[in-house]
């Protein structure tokens, strides 16, 4: 058992490290809109077949399967375009310190310096600005603000609800 007197404080603070955040943008989010289109087609497709005159020849794929067999290949796609950010908070005093350095493209700057993961220059988070469009941006700009301002906390409130005898549920 560790005492007062015997924590070794130095240790410790040699192994901290600041809050981070991450978020996912996606490289391909035009596709939303021909995923949209489709699901539209889909639907229709499939009203279309359940009409009492539709007929089906037996081992042939309806209309409505072979869009949603496109649909998940888009969606595959759009999925396979995630890239996860991670986010470092910076304290106002280092805030500061930018804004003092240079402030033209200082959002550019502080975002690269606070992005851990993957490694960009300002320049490139600029063009990231305007590729992925201001809401994807902006997600990355709350978690930004987040890795600075909130108490880093574990939630596990997305987790199942565990209903047995004995957990306190009924």
């Known amino acids: 058992m560790t005492t ?17 955040r991450a978020v996912t943008v996606y490289q391909k989010a ?3 809109a021909d995923l949209d289109a ?17 007929e089906r020849q037996l081992g042939s794929m309806t209309e409505s399967q072979k869009l949603e067999r496109e649909y998940r290949k888009l ?12 986010v470092q908070g910076h304290s106002d005093e280092e805030k500061r310190e930018f804004l003092t350095d240079q402030p033209e493209g200082v959002v550019y700057r502080v975002l690269a310096d606070a992005i851990t993961s993957p490694i960009v220059t300002a320049d490139q988070v600029k063009r990231l600005e305007k590729k992925i469009g201001p809401a994807q941006f902006g997600l990355i700009l709350q978690a930004y603000q987040k890795a600075s301002t909130e108490i880093p906390a574990v939630s596990a409130d997305f987790l199942p609800k565990s209903s047995t005898r004995g957990d306190g549920g009924e």
Request: glycine share 4%; charged share 30%.
């Open 4 to 20: 007062p007197q015997d924590f070794d404080f130095d240790a410790w603070l040699d192994g901290a490290d600041r809050p981070e």
């Open 30 to 32: 035009g596709l939303i």
């Open 38 to 54: 489709l699901e539209q087609q889909i639907l229709a497709a499939q009203d279309e077949e359940a009409e009492p005159e539709f």
């Open 75 to 86: 969606a595959q796609q759009f999925h396979d375009s995630a890239l996860t950010i991670r």
